[in-house]
């Protein structure tokens, strides 16, 4: 039961755009979100989180929007740079429970 | 300076052995974790530890035995290791829990034959 959906597998943009990584969640309970980054070999690095008393949060870059009544979030990523290219994992948490349910993550390809 | 580190970063054993994995963060963090990620890349928590003491043990079979010497430390020993073992197995830590983000060591991608 996959409680974190990632239904992209990978996404491709040029250098310069918008990279947009969307993902869903089914457990209402969730109520702090996180993105992740991760290259080959290597583990996943932090990269962005937001309450879920929040509807967006920015940092640099990255943006995460979060849309509960649609238990939608999106990481958007202006503008997007060879250097992100990785695979993006979306993860939930809620504050009666210590642990991230990690979605199936997104491959990104930022071509130059 | 790495910040969760774990070794080893692979390792290839037969069917039937007893392997550990070491993990160790200096990051001064209360709340130590096993993840795996299986074949199907789904990263799914396997163990959390806070101040040495198990807290959740997520439906893993009893060959795999973590341990916390202390709180920088969470050792994972695998029995009689089985072929669907095979996995990557991150280790990672945290301050509290809840809703905190959580550090990741490099993996352990475990393989075996």
């Known amino acids: 039961d996959q409680q974190v959906k990632q239904n992209s597998p990978s996404l491709s943009v040029q250098e310069g755009r918008i990279s947009i990584l969307n993902c869903d969640y089914t457990n209402s309970m969730f109520d702090y979100f996180l993105w992740y980054k991760k290259y080959p070999a290597e583990g996943p690095t932090f990269l962005i989180s937001i309450s879920s008393i929040k509807d967006k949060n920015e940092d640099g870059r990255f943006t995460v929007f979060l849309n509960k009544s649609a238990k939608h979030l999106s990481l958007h990523i202006v503008p997007s740079q060879p250097g992100d290219s990785a695979v993006y994992f979306c993860?939930?948490?809620?504050?009666?429970?210590?642990?991230?349910?990690f979605g199936k993550g997104t491959m990104l390809l930022v071509s130059p | 300076d790495t910040a969760v580190s774990q070794t080893p970063k692979y390792l290839v054993t037969q069917m039937g052995n007893d392997k550990s994995i070491k993990c160790e963060q200096n990051l001064g963090h209360d709340t130590m974790y096993w993840y795996k990620q299986d074949s199907k890349k789904f990263l799914k928590i396997m163990f959390s530890?806070?101040?040495?003491?198990?807290?959740i043990n997520e439906t893993v079979p009893n060959r795999f035995s973590p341990k916390s010497p202390d709180k920088a430390h969470l050792n994972l020993h695998i029995n009689s290791l089985e072929l669907g073992d095979s996995a990557v197995y991150f280790c990672a830590s945290s301050q509290g829990m809840g809703n905190t983000e959580a550090f990741f060591g490099q993996g352990t991608r475990l393989t075996v034959v």
């Open positions: 530890y806070n101040n040495k003491e198990l807290i």
């Open positions: 993860a939930a948490t809620s504050s009666g429970y210590s642990t991230l349910t």
